[in-house]
């Protein structure tokens, strides 16, 4: 967990206050993450946290924003929209509960860095194939793919 994340959340006080958070990420928090396909963008979290009920916290979270990808056909720089909702279960650091993959511990003090769920969710929101519309792509790549497939 990085200490300068936008999306470490102290579940206590966000389920307590009960109004929604917003975080951002930037293309810094996208090339944090190398080798995953989001070259860059940027996207904005509601987060909204209730409990603990028996020492487990629901996080709910709906990110929205535009992230750049590269192009499937030409490998190009293409920005595409993403839109998700998605929640989670956090065990309280001091519950009984064993925390597993489903459901992650806080930290002590209940804080909780929801940046991997996040990313997570932009890479599951990202359309299956990612291309420019029809005749947009880089057209020395299309000529040389073309030219390969003859």
Known sequence: MRK????LIDLHAAA????????????????AEEGTGILGGHVVASISASGPRAGVYRVDYT???????????????L???VSRT?????????SDVEG???????QRGD????????????????????????????PA???RLAGQTD
Not at 16 to 31: H, K, S, V
């Open 79 to 81: 920005s595409i929209h």
């Open 63 to 77: 990110i929205e924003g535009d992230v750049r990808v590269p192009c499937d056909r030409c490998l190009d720089e």
């Open 16 to 31: 307590e206050n009960g109004q929604a958070l917003t975080a951002e990420a930037d293309d810094g928090f996208f090339q």
């Open 86 to 94: 998605d929640s989670l279960n956090v065990a309280a650091w001091d």
């Open 4 to 7: 300068d994340s936008p999306f």
């Open 100 to 106: 597993d993959e489903e459901t992650p511990v806080a």
């Open 111 to 138: 804080r909780y860095d929801l940046g991997w769920n996040v990313y997570e969710s932009v890479l599951l929101a990202r359309p299956t194939v990612c291309t420019h519309p029809d005749g947009q792509c880089d």
């Open 141 to 143: 790549v299309t000529e």
